[in-house]
């Protein structure tokens, strides 16, 4: 079934178009042949236990102080506009805030593609072993792993300029109300994904 979310057609998922606790987890069998029963139970295990800690992180947040934050960023960076259709910026180069109200929280991004990188974010599973980047204690949930429903508002700023100011962008958020799990702005891999990891106090 295609569903109609910010002026773009979405497949409406099995599990659900927000996250839940059922539905963040997914194990491909086939990936995971060769893992012992117990080291995918055990991991399990610290996910949830991680996915409970952001949930009530979430929950004593200040829906009012994140909103005067955001309109802040906002007053303060009028080339982000709040957009209700992706459709234009389709092949658009800039940069994208998706908010998550619910959860009081944002996500900075950008890309060359606005409207096909948010989209890429809502139809992802993020991948069983990197559900926990950081300690089960202090690893922020990926982007990856909300849903598009999850997603309530989002702002973009078109560019065609070289994407430099990522990084400045995430910095200007105060970091409880951040989503981004690592530095903006292109990594060389995995390494240095790690090595500018964020993490948070749980």
């Not at 992706?86 to 996500?107: K, R, T, W």
């Not at 060359?112 to 974010?121: A, G, T, Y």
Request: with cysteine; glycine share 4%; net charge positive.
């Amino acid at each position: 079934m295609i569903i109609r979310h910010f002026g773009v057609n979405i497949k409406d998922k099995p599990d659900g178009l927000k996250l839940t606790r059922d539905n963040y987890i997914k194990v491909n069998n086939k990936t995971y042949s060769n893992v012992s029963i117990d080291r995918i139970n055990k991991h399990k295990e610290d996910c949830l236990f991680n996915y409970d800690l952001n949930m009530r992180y979430f929950r004593l947040l200040s829906k009012q102080d994140f909103n005067k934050e955001l309109i802040n960023f906002i007053s303060k960076n009028e080339s982000f506009k709040e957009v209700s259709d992706l459709a234009p910026f389709s092949n658009v180069s800039g940069y994208y805030i998706m908010v998550f109200d619910e959860y009081s929280q944002a996500y900075v991004g950008q890309s060359s593609k606005i409207k096909e990188r948010i989209q890429s974010h809502w139809s992802k599973q993020k991948d069983f072993d990197r559900l926990i980047f950081g300690g089960k204690e202090n690893s922020i949930l990926s982007i990856d792993s909300f849903r598009a429903y999850d997603t309530t508002r989002i702002f973009v700023s078109p560019t065609t300029e070289s994407l430099e100011l990522e990084d400045d962008f995430i910095n200007l958020f105060n970091k409880k109300y951040i989503l981004n799990r690592t530095k903006g702005g292109a990594l060389s891999g995995l390494i240095e994904a790690i090595t500018n990891r964020k993490v948070r106090d749980l």
